[in-house]
């Protein structure tokens, strides 16, 4: 103690826990046992040696970094996975599976981008094992690799008319690739916000990560637009491989965003506690299941409009209403446009009226607007189609994509956050994604070219939303565990 009554430098320096001279070693070290009491990066050190809260500039700073991460690297993903939905009606019936009825090649084209969908459940249970057990950062560098190589490659294959039913074949393994990738890399993506945002603004935030599929889509599409313009002999010859060639340069700046993120503070604490799930996996299906089926239910209504709306649609209007696919690509671009807005608008909206709400509001939408939304495309008057694709995507997709990160994330503990999340998510998205353009077009083949059976579809995965939804607890503004 000094003169003054104030401890002496050499009394603060030796209370401080992790106080040292540059180029000292600490008196922690290596040692496992003192892990958990080091200080974490977000911590601050005051001049007695305590450890300090960052300031609410600080906090604010940090999670616009997290969420912006998040999103440009989840742009890359979806960006990844969405270019093979325009090929899918555009190019590979037409260059993959050349039968001679066009609707059939276009049963056939859909079945494997169908593929991709029914992957990526078991990306999500391979990847949210070991984000559960090892953390969320690591998954989401492999994940954005893997990704980015199946996609890379489809833009190399050969034709089927140049190696025969090898094409086919190899378009089919390398869709199933980017399925895995995708299936592993939302939940991690979703978590390292979610679980970072405060728990008045977690639908916001956590919608924020979503907003990187309409930029990836954005991306796709706009490329797209741009490659079809090109005769369509060179269309058809090489201009659809660019966009497929172009994501190694996105794989890159995506994976460099990444590597630079902070593992969770909900991960860390498990970790320091040796409290992460063995087999996550095991934990949910035998004492989580009604959490998981309610995920998997909250998935079904949206993604059958994102399928039908997004996709099916650029099909059926360029081959059963003779549209040009200029329009309807241009429908789905504008879409994702307004999605930049809408999908944080309604993670707000969840944060002030509740989760159960605004899904109640989007299953209503869903089953009120399957029977008039072909109704409108049959008019074949641009602007109409323009506009109905936009209402369909943004109200029957948005809302519940939007506000489902968090929530599916909210239904879970911290120790088997990842798989529950993205496996009842990934599950839901195969169930009724992937399978949706395929069954589309099959009911219409078996119905004349009628679209009733399609829409009575749609009211049928409306129905088992509003039900998962009546099931689920409310979580908005309430703390995680």
């Excluded at 401890?7 to 000292?24: C, H, I, Q, T």
Aim: aromatic share 12%; proline share 6%.
């Amino acid at each position: 103690m000094n003169n003054t009554g104030e401890p002496s430098p050499e009394r603060l320096r030796a209370s401080a826990p992790d106080a040292r001279l540059p180029g000292r070693r600490s008196r922690t070290g290596n040692d496992p046992a003192c892990a958990s009491q080091r200080p974490s990066r977000e911590a601050f050190m005051t001049y007695t040696g305590t450890l300090a809260p960052p300031s609410a500039a600080v906090e604010r700073n940090e999670m616009r970094r997290i969420v912006w991460s998040s999103v440009i690297g989840t742009a890359v993903e979806w960006y990844d996975f969405l270019i093979y939905a325009a090929a899918t009606a555009l190019v590979f019936n037409k260059l993959f599976f050349p039968v001679g009825d066009p609707a059939l090649a276009t049963i056939a084209a859909f079945g494997t981008y169908a593929v991709g969908f029914l992957a990526r459940p078991l990306g999500a249970a391979i990847f949210g094992h070991y984000g559960d057990k090892l953390g969320r950062k690591a998954m989401l560098a492999t994940t954005i690799v893997i990704m980015g190589l199946g996609t890379f490659c489809i833009g190399l294959l050969p034709t089927y008319e140049q190696i025969g039913i090898a094409a086919p074949i190899l378009l089919l393994i390398l869709r199933f690739l980017q399925g895995i990738g995708i299936g592993g890399e939302w939940g991690g993506a979703v978590l390292m916000v979610v679980e970072n945002a405060p728990a008045k603004r977690r639908g916001l935030f956590g919608s924020m990560v979503q907003v990187g599929n309409p930029i990836g889509n954005l991306a796709a599409i706009g490329i797209f637009a741009l490659v079809s313009q090109l005769p369509d002999s060179a269309f058809l010859s090489w201009g659809w491989r660019l966009p497929f060639l172009l994501s190694i340069v996105l794989i890159a700046v995506g994976l460099f965003i990444r590597l630079k993120l902070d593992e969770t503070p909900a991960f860390r604490e498990m970790k320091a506690k040796n409290a992460c799930a063995q087999a996550p996996l095991v934990e949910i299906f035998r004492d989580h299941r009604r959490p998981f089926f309610t995920a998997v239910g909250l998935k079904i209504a949206e993604i059958s409009y994102a399928s039908i709306a997004g996709v099916f649609v650029i099909s059926y209007a360029t081959v059963q209403l003779g549209m040009p696919r200029s329009t309807i690509l241009n429908g789905v671009w504008l879409s994702s446009f307004i999605a930049l807005f809408t999908i944080p608008l309604f993670g707000w909206m969840s944060d002030k009226l509740g989760r159960k709400t605004m899904f109640f509001l989007s299953c209503l939408f869903c089953a009120g607007f399957a029977f008039p939304m072909f109704s409108l495309l049959e008019t074949r008057d641009p602007a109409i189609v323009t506009a109905t694709i936009v209402v369909a995507i943004s109200c029957g997709q948005m809302v519940m994509f939007g506000i489902g990160a968090p929530w599916y994330s909210e239904l879970f503990t911290a120790r088997l956050r990842y798989s529950g999340a993205s496996l009842g998510f990934q599950i839901g998205a195969a169930l009724s994604g992937g399978l949706t353009p395929f069954i589309a077009a099959a009911l219409m083949q078996w119905s004349g070219g009628g679209t009733w059976p399609i829409s009575l579809y749609l009211i049928g995965c409306a129905l088992i939303t509003a039900f998962a939804t009546f099931m689920a607890p409310e979580t908005a503004r309430k703390e995680m565990i």
